[in-house]
């Protein structure tokens, strides 16, 4: 029987981090709106980026305890859960429209973020100088994306979609709301709190969750691979999750193939090339190939269905969903 105080734990854990994550949100937002930044700059920044401090938390925290699958496992099944089981559920709901720039911009680099995961554990160690060619990756494609967001003309952005995004708490146009008319203006001081009582609560919200998960774990049986590869991974993917779900839910579900895409990127670049620039991440007995194989296969079932300027259907959403429950199958049985 899995004892209470442990799933307490872990689901406090997850609050926080969401909470964390929307205080560090909003007051970076400020802080860079205080500085004159535009907002679909600071919705390609601060709140991308803030949408990936989850995982982050959880994966630095637990690499530096030498929990390595954890730390692993959080960002391969962080990255299998928005791609299958978010975009999947998303388009159960109401298919999301691709927006062929998408296409020819964004999902190249994700299929290459993706298959770059098991070429560089090719010899079982993720090192620091790797750990930082991510950090750079994330860089570089954090520069290309605002060069790109600086032609678009504000007609462009869809009103709409920007109100939804702001309600649903999606990563790149949220914030444009975020740093424009959505939210009453606070003062610099304020934002700056906010912020670092948004970072505080990450840390101890991370504590909580990954101790709760662990213990969770260690009592009906499961491996810390497993761990992360499940109960952590959608834990920290639970705002994408939830937001989502909203927006598809209002009528916006386009916003969720914009997420699903940015969150994977930086989980791959930015998450384990932190995470491995502070501590080397090694494989390990107990983290097989499959999960490594399993992450590049959904990435490239995502693609296929995003093909294209089209709507995905609520058949391929379903056959998203199956293949994310047929890679924790194969996970646990291989």
Same mark, same amino acid.
């Given at each position: 029987?899995?004892?209470i105080?442990?799933?307490?734990?872990?689901l406090v854990?997850?609050a =926080? /981090?969401?909470w964390?994550?929307?205080?560090l949100?909003?007051?970076?937002?400020?802080i860079?709106?205080?500085f004159g930044?535009?907002?679909?700059v600071?919705g390609l920044?601060?709140v991308?980026?803030?949408?990936s401090?989850?995982?982050l938390a959880?994966?630095?925290k637990?690499a530096?305890e030498?929990a390595?699958?954890?730390a692993?496992?959080?960002?391969?099944g962080?990255c299998?859960?928005?791609i299958?089981?978010i /975009?999947?559920?998303?388009a159960?709901?109401?298919?999301?429209?691709?927006d062929?720039?998408?296409?020819?911009?964004?999902v190249p680099?994700?299929?290459?973020?993706?298959?770059?995961?098991?070429?560089?554990?090719?010899?079982?160690?993720?090192?620091?100088?790797?750990g930082? #060619?991510?950090? =750079?990756?994330?860089?570089i494609?954090? !520069?290309?994306t605002?060069t790109?967001?600086?032609? =678009? *003309?504000?007609?462009d952005?869809?009103?709409?979609d920007?109100?939804?995004?702001?309600?649903?708490?999606? *990563?790149?146009l949220?914030g444009?709301? !975020?740093?424009?008319?959505? $939210?009453?203006r606070s003062?610099?001081? @304020?934002? *700056?709190? @906010?912020?670092?009582l948004?970072?505080v609560? #990450?840390?101890a919200?991370?504590y909580?969750f990954v101790?709760?998960?662990?213990?969770i774990?260690?009592?009906v049986?499961?491996?810390?691979? @497993?761990?992360?590869?499940?109960v !952590?991974?959608?834990?920290?993917a639970?705002?994408?999750?939830?937001g989502?779900l909203v *927006?598809?839910?209002?009528g $916006?579900?386009?916003?969720a193939?914009?997420s699903?895409?940015?969150s994977?990127l930086?989980? &791959?670049?930015l998450?384990?090339? &932190?995470?491995?620039?502070?501590?080397?991440i090694? #494989?390990g007995?107990?983290?097989?190939l499959?999960?490594?194989v399993?992450l590049v296969v959904?990435?490239?079932?995502?693609v296929?269905v995003l093909?294209?300027s089209?709507?995905?259907?609520r058949l391929e959403g379903?056959? /998203?969903?199956?293949?994310?429950?047929?890679? !924790?199958?194969?996970a646990?049985?291989?």
């Amino acid at each position: 029987m899995v004892p209470i105080f442990p799933v307490v734990k872990l689901l406090v854990g997850i609050a =926080i /981090l969401y909470w964390g994550a929307e205080w560090l949100i909003r007051g970076s937002a400020g802080i860079a709106r205080g500085f004159g930044v535009k907002p679909l700059v600071v919705g390609l920044t601060v709140v991308a980026y803030g949408t990936s401090a989850p995982e982050l938390a959880v994966a630095t925290k637990t690499a530096l305890e030498h929990a390595q699958p954890i730390a692993l496992g959080t960002v391969i099944g962080s990255c299998a859960a928005n791609i299958s089981l978010i /975009l999947g559920l998303t388009a159960l709901i109401a298919p999301p429209t691709v927006d062929g720039r998408i296409i020819r911009r964004e999902v190249p680099v994700l299929v290459g973020s993706a298959i770059a995961v098991p070429i560089l554990f090719r010899d079982g160690v993720l090192s620091r100088v790797e750990g930082a #060619l991510l950090v =750079i990756c994330a860089v570089i494609f954090t !520069i290309a994306t605002l060069t790109v967001s600086a032609r =678009i *003309a504000p007609d462009d952005l869809d009103a709409d979609d920007v109100e939804a995004a702001a309600r649903s708490g999606e *990563a790149e146009l949220a914030g444009a709301s !975020i740093g424009g008319k959505a $939210h009453a203006r606070s003062s610099p001081t @304020m934002s *700056a709190l @906010m912020s670092a009582l948004g970072l505080v609560l #990450l840390l101890a919200g991370s504590y909580l969750f990954v101790e709760g998960g662990r213990k969770i774990g260690e009592s009906v049986g499961m491996s810390e691979r @497993m761990l992360g590869l499940t109960v !952590i991974a959608i834990g920290t993917a639970l705002p994408e999750l939830i937001g989502s779900l909203v *927006a598809a839910s209002r009528g $916006h579900s386009a916003l969720a193939v914009g997420s699903v895409i940015g969150s994977n990127l930086l989980n &791959v670049f930015l998450v384990l090339g &932190v995470t491995a620039c502070l501590q080397p991440i090694r #494989l390990g007995e107990r983290m097989h190939l499959v999960d490594l194989v399993g992450l590049v296969v959904i990435t490239l079932l995502g693609v296929v269905v995003l093909r294209g300027s089209r709507k995905i259907t609520r058949l391929e959403g379903a056959l /998203l969903v199956a293949a994310y429950v047929a890679f !924790i199958v194969c996970a646990a049985l291989l």
